[in-house]
């Protein structure tokens, strides 16, 4: 079936250095979602990308959408503790709602 | 405040029995889903709903039920047939299926 990876399931980055997540699909999608769950919180939406190569930005991150709409990245410039959290990218299901990645969770030591 | 609450926070039920998890939103949105969240397990979906008095099965939907009788209102029953109920749940609703989904705060059930 349809699957949505995730990689690395954890990253731990010293306060200043940059993370990047990565997603990948097995099939071609028509858009990918970004989430962002804090430690305790629920998940919260981040961003949507439709096109292909479609870049991205919301301050220090960076959101990119694969030429051929089967992969996509979420990078982090300059982390701050602020960033703490599990990422999920999350992409239109055949069936019935979207898959979700099992995320990538992040560390940042001060 | 539009938004989708979950109630309680937390709660604590005895092995062997029903539990029913709330959620509500005002939001307006036609579907609903529920997921379950383990520790590195992601995010599972359990059931959801595209509209009122439908809704159908997700990827780990033995020992759970649904109803949907209100636009506004998806609960959940966790019930006994579930082995291994403790986790964290979390409910959420979009506009029509595949758009972006917006959650509740979560019930965090612990079965003694």
């Known amino acids: 079936g349809q699957q949505v990876m995730q990689i690395p399931q954890y990253q731990h980055v010293q306060e200043g250095e940059d993370f990047t997540t990565y997603c990948n699909s097995s099939?071609?999608?028509?858009?990918i979602q970004w989430y962002k769950q804090r430690p305790g919180g629920h998940p919260v939406f981040l961003i949507q990308l439709v096109k292909s190569g479609e870049v991205k930005k919301q301050k220090r991150l960076t959101f990119q959408f694969g030429e051929a709409k089967k992969n996509s990245s979420l990078h982090i410039t300059a982390t701050q503790t602020t960033d703490v959290g599990t990422y999920f990218c999350a992409g239109p299901s055949s069936g019935y709602a979207l898959n979700f990645g099992k995320g990538t969770s992040l560390l940042v030591t001060p | 405040d539009g938004g989708i609450t979950q109630s309680p926070k937390y709660l604590f039920r005895k092995e062997g029995q029903n539990v029913t998890l709330s959620c509500e939103q005002n939001l307006n949105h036609d579907a609903m889903y529920w997921y379950r969240q383990d520790p590195g397990q992601g995010l599972r979906l359990i059931y959801y709903s595209q509209i009122v008095n439908d809704f159908q099965k997700g990827d780990i939907a033995e020992g759970y039920s649904v109803s949907r009788e209100k636009k506004e209102s998806f609960p959940l029953t966790v019930t006994s047939a579930q082995k291994n109920p403790t986790a964290f749940y979390l409910c959420?609703?979009?506009?029509?299926?595949?758009?972006?989904?917006?959650f509740g705060p979560g019930t965090r059930l612990t079965v003694l």
């Open positions: 099939t071609t999608l028509s858009n």
């Open positions: 959420a609703s979009s506009t029509s299926r595949q758009d972006t989904q917006y």
